[in-house]
């Protein structure tokens, strides 16, 4: 370089200034570009996570699958004992002695309970003395009638032999006839004292009250000295049960469900006493008389219950649920299935639901995704089930069974274990 051509001092300056800066905007310009590219990879990867996110199937589906259903109705009723009889008095008196109590076990002939016999043991001697009376009264006409005969035989001999007139002869006879009156009265009176004696031995034997089953005592409402007035009714004074370990439960079955009822069927039931346990009875007779209740009409049901733990007592209250049908190993599917229709408002517009960034950035077609069609050319009268194939909704015609409000059974032709049955449109489609 000539002298001539040598920069000056501020001209170097200048350039050396200048290439500062250069370096310094290509060094921004990388940096820029290189949050350019991390934002775009960033974003790009959202709309790929928020548009796989998106893509949910547009029906809710169940496998097929096989089990058993069962009806039940459920009824409310009483337990009672099979047999129980309410023991009372004949006879008018004082309680004299008490001899059980309740709970008591007894068997058939046991003393309950005894009347003061005083007054009835009198009449008793009473009655047996005009029998004796009586006895000797029939004696007494039979001496009568004998007499009478004998004198009636020889007025008879007289009168043949013309000793006597034929009135006295009339008056003989009619005296042995009016004997043989008085001897029949006689043995009349002797059955009336005989029969009052019998009537006042059983008043007698009645005094002391007798169970008249094998049992156990329920309830007891006599005490010593109390009082027992038998008018027109028998009082009430013992209830024994006949045998606890065998009871009945009486539930009352409504009006509409009384036609599936039957004997024989199969109950389980539960009583306030024992909440976390079931029992097991089963159905003995159905009631043809029907009662009203609160303008309910209801139908009794008596099931037979087995009580030999005795846990179970007369009078607690049961809820029993009653099983009127049963299959087993037959397909069910939810009972939304069968409501499923696919022309519902609700499934037209069950489509790919897009995202808040879908809806800024727009995104080409996706023509190889498009939502599943209905498939509706099948048309039935009968009930149907949608199943999902290959992404469209298909009819399958059924018969459908047993419901117990969850689940339902059907057959048909075309049913087979693990078919993805539609309950509904997803919810997220919408």
């Known amino acids: 370089m000539t002298p001539s051509t ?20 290509k060094r921004n310009l990388l940096i820029a570009l290189l949050l350019l590219v991390i934002g775009g990879g960033t974003l790009v990867a959202w709309i790929r996570a928020d548009r796989q996110g998106s893509q949910i199937p547009p029906f809710v589906t169940q496998n097929l699958q096989r089990g058993d259903i069962s009806l039940t109705i459920t009824a409310t009723g009483n337990l009672a004992p099979t047999t129980a009889v309410t023991v009372g008095s004949e006879l008018s008196g004082t309680t004299l002695e008490v001899y059980v109590d309740f709970n008591d076990r007894l068997k058939k002939g046991t003393p ?12 008793t001697e009473i009655s047996r003395a005009t ?17 009478s005969s004998a004198a009636l035989h020889r007025q008879r001999e007289l009168t043949l032999a013309k000793l006597v007139s034929p009135a006295e002869y009339e008056v003989s006879l009619a005296t042995a006839e009016r004997a ?17 004696v019998r009537i006042n031995e059983y008043d007698l034997s009645k005094a002391i009250i007798k169970s008249p089953i094998d049992g156990i005592v329920l309830t007891r409402s006599i005490e010593p000295g109390q009082t027992v007035a038998a008018s027109f009714t028998a009082p009430q004074l013992f209830i024994i049960a006949e045998k606890l370990e065998r009871m009945k439960l009486n539930v009352a079955i409504a009006e509409a469900d009384i036609g599936r009822v039957a004997p024989g069927q199969k109950s389980t039931f539960t009583v306030d006493a024992w909440p976390d346990r079931s029992y097991t009875a089963g159905v003995a007779k159905v009631s043809y008389g029907s009662a009203v209740t609160d303008n309910v009409v209801t139908y009794l049901a008596e099931l037979e219950v087995n009580n030999d733990d005795l846990s179970l007592r007369p009078g607690m209250t049961a809820t029993a649920d009653i099983r009127v049908a049963e299959s087993t190993n037959v397909f069910l599917v939810p009972a939304a299935a069968l409501r499923f229709l696919p022309g519902d408002p609700t499934i037209a517009t069950a489509a790919v639901k897009k995202s808040f960034v879908q809806s ?6 996706r023509n190889s995704k498009r939502p599943p069609e209905l498939d509706t050319s ?11 194939r290959d992404g469209r909704a298909v009819p399958i015609p059924v018969h459908p069974g047993l419901s117990d409000g969850r689940n339902t059974e059907v057959s048909g032709a075309g049913l087979t274990e693990g078919l993805p049955v539609i309950l509904r449109a997803n919810a997220a489609t919408k």
């Open 378 to 388: 099948e048309k039935s009268t009968g009930a149907r089930i949608w199943v999902l």
């Open 131 to 147: 029998l004796k009376a009586a006895q000797a009264g029939v004696a007494q006409a039979a001496a009568t009638v004998k007499e």
């Open 360 to 365: 800024l950035i727009p995104m080409p077609t």
């Open 180 to 196: 043989d009156a008085d001897w029949s009265s006689a043995l009349a009176t002797v059955g009336q004292a005989e029969a009052q």
């Open 112 to 123: 309950l309970a005894k009347l003061d016999t005083s007054k009835l043991a009198q009449q």
């Open 6 to 25: 040598k920069p000056a001092p501020v001209e170097l300056a200048t350039a050396i200034q200048r290439g500062g800066q250069g370096k310094h905007l």
